[in-house]
């Protein structure tokens, strides 16, 4: 390993001690600590959520949510996996939690009511191309989207989509394969796409 | 999703991660996480309870055990023999110099959540009073089998109590105390309505 690799190894495993140092105070009931936590990782829960969600409003009180959850679960963390995946694991239960209570609410205009939330988010920047994608992200049905993020956008396999989103393998792929064809078409993109 | 038909990564996989992972929220959300967060039980408070009262209370679980199961061969030995044994045979005692209900109580040092209040320790007293008073009639080894688990729990009672002294209103201690005397007017009244039972038979 070259001196560069070197250090950045270095570098991460600091920071991987540090977290755990900010985890185990916030254990112990540390609100600092966990507010330091909440300040490395909140990029990450919001941009999750807004991609899920579509929606700015919604997005903020998923990654609330998501941070709270973990306030209450975080005794029974035992640092198997990181904290940021075990995070990022609430925030995606916060996001379906919040559309499970929609729809209860709403009955089935709900999913009505969830496609007039195909907004494009201003907060991704104003970066031409990216912009272009995030906007058609945004625009995308529910289903497709959700699966288009866990599994395009954040690398989780069809099988921890499926599982995460209570669905069928199956359907986590065609629902990924649809989200590319929509999002092929909207970004005018030769068909294959290659 | 990661490749294109050529096995070369697709245009829109390529776009897809040049996007950046997080995307900071348009204002500060901590606040009102933070308005939301319940406090913890501070984790050196309960370490400060000492050893023993982990040891009264497993002992407990296991007095009650114990006198439940009295009770119920007791509750089969007089159904069967109830017609051969005179009622009011005199037992020598033997067994244990059990624990005054009211010297086990009387020390305690709730906090204001506690759940042992006044009435409560007043209500156990006369059960516990009426319950000495008729416990010589049961026979012999039952009796002192149960003298023995109540007297158990009530030295245990007087120990959380010596420790509520020292730490009032530890919610911990006051579980503890609550859950004992709960066993031991369990066993009460188990033993009581066992006599009650028994001295409604008619002899021969």
């Not at chain 2, 007293?125 to 002192?144: D, I, S, T, Y």
């Not at chain 2, 503890?176 to 066993?183: A, M, S, T």
Request: a neutral charge; proline letters at 6%.
């Amino acid at each position: 390993m070259n001196e560069h690799g070197t250090q950045s190894e270095f570098e991460r495993a600091r920071r991987a001690a540090d977290e755990r140092a900010l985890v185990d105070s916030a254990k112990r009931g540390s609100t600092a600590a966990f507010e330091a936590l909440y300040r490395d990782h909140v990029g990450k829960v919001y941009g999750l959520c807004l991609r899920m969600t579509a929606n700015r409003a919604t997005a903020e009180d998923c990654t609330q949510e998501a941070f709270i959850q973990a306030w209450r679960s975080l005794p029974s963390f035992q640092n198997r996996s990181a904290f940021g995946t075990w995070l990022h694991r609430i925030a995606v239960n916060a996001v379906l939690a919040l559309g499970r209570k929609r729809r209860e609410l709403l009955g089935a205009d709900a999913s009505v009511d969830e496609d007039a939330e195909r907004l494009p988010h201003p907060d991704s920047g104003d970066d031409g191309g990216v912009l272009d994608l995030e906007q058609a992200i945004g625009m995308l049905p529910a289903g497709a989207r959700q699966v288009l993020v866990l599994v395009g956008l954040y690398g989780h396999t069809h099988e921890e989509a499926a599982e995460m989103l209570g669905v069928a393998v199956g359907t986590c792929k065609s629902q990924l394969h649809r989200a590319r064809q929509m999002l092929a078409e909207r970004l005018a993109l030769p068909e294959g796409f290659p | 999703m990661n490749q294109g038909p050529s096995g070369r990564p697709d245009r829109l996989e390529e776009a897809l991660s040049q996007l950046p992972r997080g995307i900071e929220p348009g204002r500060d959300l901590w606040a009102g996480i933070a308005a939301r967060l319940e406090p913890r039980s501070d984790p050196a408070r309960v370490r400060a309870v000492p050893r023993w009262a982990w040891a009264a209370a497993a002992a407990v679980v296991l007095v009650v055990a114990s006198s439940l199961m009295t009770a119920t061969l007791l509750r089969r030995g007089t159904a069967t023999t109830v017609q051969t044994v005179p009622a009011q045979v005199a037992v020598p005692s033997t067994a244990p110099a059990v624990v005054p209900a009211a010297a086990s109580a009387a020390t305690a040092a709730f906090g204001p959540g506690h759940r042992v209040g006044p009435a409560y320790l007043a209500n156990r007293r006369v059960l516990a009073r009426e319950l000495e008073g008729r416990l010589a009639r049961l026979p012999p080894e039952g009796r002192e089998q149960l003298a023995k688990n109540i007297a158990e729990l009530r030295r245990a009672s007087a120990e959380i109590n010596a420790a509520l002294e020292l730490h009032p209103g530890d919610p911990l201690l006051e579980e503890l105390l609550f859950n004992i005397y709960q066993d031991e007017i369990l066993v009460l009244t188990n033993v009581d309505r066992l006599i009650a039972a028994d001295t409604t038979r008619i002899p021969l």
